[in-house]
């Protein structure tokens, strides 16, 4: 009926949509017996619509232009172009890491609206768990039946200090090394602080404590006024740098572990699957060698 409408003409309707001229005469005839009204009269071999039919014309319109959206966003969900996606980590991953993933991702999928939500591990935990977000970032091991964890990135651990500190000379510091600097640390409690101090106590040694605080960018900020030496996860104290400070590796090696985390109940969405594909490369290009 569109067609016919736009053409005038069945035959030349009958072409564009790759049927006969009998076959759309038939069409329109059992359309119009279904209606109960007449949807064209002929005027000097035209097909002229009624003006019924011009408004039942203003309906189909709106009706395939509705079909074409359908069809577009279906093109657009199965080529993850468009749709909605929730994700949540932890506050120094989220602000140190995600951001670079984030806006690749968006540069390749701009019709997609994006939830990035920062919380603590075990709110994140819970929130992946019972969808209430599509997908997260967690640091290994990972507890919980109800996750699906998958090995993503490691990072050693180092000491980002001011550039001009007299240990910026060494490419790895050791607690020997830093026996008598005031030490900017994370974590108090935490297993990585545990570790810390047992890399210490290795060398028969204590931690010369100045400031414990709890995220990296205060970490590095801290140790840009002089406060310390902060002793951090090298993969997400790299947003933190600038010109006046430097990063060295610390010895012994402490390992981080991350994971991307979805609920064992998410299944088949491809714009999650994308989004942790898009991941996957920036860590490697980010971290190529942590």
């Known amino acids: 009926m569109s067609e016919v409408m736009r053409t005038g003409s069945a035959t030349a309707a009958a072409a564009n949509l790759g049927m006969t001229q009998p076959g759309v005469s038939r069409t329109l005839a059992q359309l119009e017996r279904t209606i109960g009204f007449e949807l064209f009269y002929r005027d000097r071999g035209k097909l002229v619509p009624t003006k019924d039919g011009r408004l039942l014309a203003e309906e189909v ?73 599509d997908c ?3 640091k290994m091991p990972i507890a919980g039946d109800d996750l699906r964890c998958e090995p993503l990135v490691s990072s050693g651990s ?51 404590v100045a400031i414990e605080t709890h995220t990296h960018g205060s970490a590095c900020a801290l140790a840009a006024r002089g406060v ?19 990063m060295r590796s610390f010895a012994p090696p402490i390992v981080h572990q991350y994971a991307s985390v979805t609920s064992i109940n998410l299944h088949g969405s491809r714009l999650v699957s994308a989004f942790l594909d898009e991941a996957r490369a920036e860590l490697a290009k980010i971290a190529p060698d942590d």
């Open 228 to 246: 310390g030496i902060a002793i951090v996860n090298r993969l997400l104290a790299r947003a933190y740098l600038r010109d006046d400070l430097v």
């Open 136 to 138: 997260g970032f967690m």
């Open 158 to 208: 180092a000491c980002v200090l001011p550039a001009r500190h007299p240990l910026a000379a060494h490419e790895v510091l050791t607690p020997d090394l830093l026996r008598d600097a005031p030490l900017i640390l994370l974590g108090s409690g935490r297993q990585w602080r545990i570790q810390v101090d047992q890399a210490f106590a290795g060398y028969r040694l204590r931690p010369t």
């Open 61 to 133: 319109e709106f009706a395939l232009a509705g079909l074409q959206r359908v069809a577009n966003l279906a093109d657009d969900i199965a080529n993850s172009a468009a749709g909605e996606l929730s994700v949540v980590a932890p506050p120094s991953f989220a602000e140190g890491v995600l951001p670079a993933i984030v806006a690749s991702f968006l540069q390749k999928h701009p019709g997609v609206r994006f939830n990035l939500d920062s919380r603590s591990l075990e709110t994140s935990r819970m929130m992946i768990a019972t969808r209430v977000v």
